[in-house]
């Protein structure tokens, strides 16, 4: 079973195709990646697979069950959670504050899910988690853009998704921060999250993905484990090659 489908997704933006026929499969507890140039259409594919754009062509399948016409809010609830590249934060809330709203959001849709045990369900073992306890007072707006990635990422994680959508979610980490996001990523995926991950950070692909998709110019050129990616000449010459890392 497949966590995620995407079928022949094609997108258009008025003449521009950003997505063309794009056939996309994300295993259940694999953390899987998806990289490619600026503009290759990353960030459309995960406003189609949320669903805060329905695609011209094609279907989103999640669970086996159909999603295409489903509105963003359905989609997370049924267990998919999504970050955003440019950061949508409350910036006048807490760390805490900003985990604790989407907490309260997961309440009112499972209220009699409230108290579970799961190690990653409830604001403290988030913040645990992603070491966010140590500023969990502090205004989002004081906080470097490394340290907001956490929050993006914590507060999704507290809304309780089996999987997890990440765009860019290291760009402004610095390489420590980055080598510890990997470790949480990993945790998360033991845990028995999905992960499908956008990132620009090869080493952070490399490190953690099981697999790899690569788009250019809206198309898929490539998928494979990290080594295959890492060898295949066409994606070293449509990316890699001036990819950093
Ligand atoms: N709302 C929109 N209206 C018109 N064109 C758009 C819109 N959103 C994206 N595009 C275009 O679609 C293409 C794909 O954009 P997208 O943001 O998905 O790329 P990306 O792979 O996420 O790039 P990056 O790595 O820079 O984030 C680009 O050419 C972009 O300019
Ligand atoms: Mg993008």
């Known amino acids: 079973m497949s966590d995620l489908d995407l079928t022949g997704i094609t997108v258009r933006f008025g003449g521009h195709t950003a997505l063309n026929d794009v056939h996309l499969t994300v295993q259940s507890n694999s953390i899987t990646g998806l990289i490619g140039p600026n503009g290759a259409g990353k960030t459309t594919l995960f406003n189609v697979t949320s669903g805060l754009l329905k695609p011209n062509e094609g279907s989103v399948r999640f669970n086996n069950e159909l999603m295409t016409d489903l509105s963003p809010y359905r989609r997370a609830k049924l267990g998919l959670g999504r970050t955003f590249q440019r950061l949508e934060l409350f910036p006048s809330l807490s760390v805490e504050e900003n985990i604790q ?25 988030v913040m645990k988690l992603t070491g966010l306890d140590s500023i969990a007072s502090k205004s989002v707006a004081e906080i470097p853009t490394g340290k907001a990635r956490l929050v993006e990422l914590a507060r999704t994680v507290v809304q309780g998704p089996s999987m997890l ?15 510890e996001f990997a470790q949480i990523l990993k945790i998360l995926n033991t845990e028995g999250i999905t992960i499908l991950l956008v990132e620009h950070d090869m ?10 998709f690569v788009l250019d110019f809206g198309t898929l050129i490539a998928d494979g484990t990290t080594d295959e990616i890492q060898n295949n000449p066409v994606v070293i010459d449509a990316y890699l090659g001036g990819a950093n890392g």
């Open 203 to 212: 080493s952070l692909v490399m490190d953690v993905c099981d697999k790899v």
């Open 165 to 179: 959508l990440l765009d860019e979610p290291a760009s402004g980490q610095n390489e420590n921060e980055t080598e």
């Open 101 to 125: 709203v989407a907490a309260e959001i997961r309440g009112e849709w499972f209220p009699s899910s409230l108290g579970t045990s799961s190690v990653i369900s409830s604001v403290q073992q």
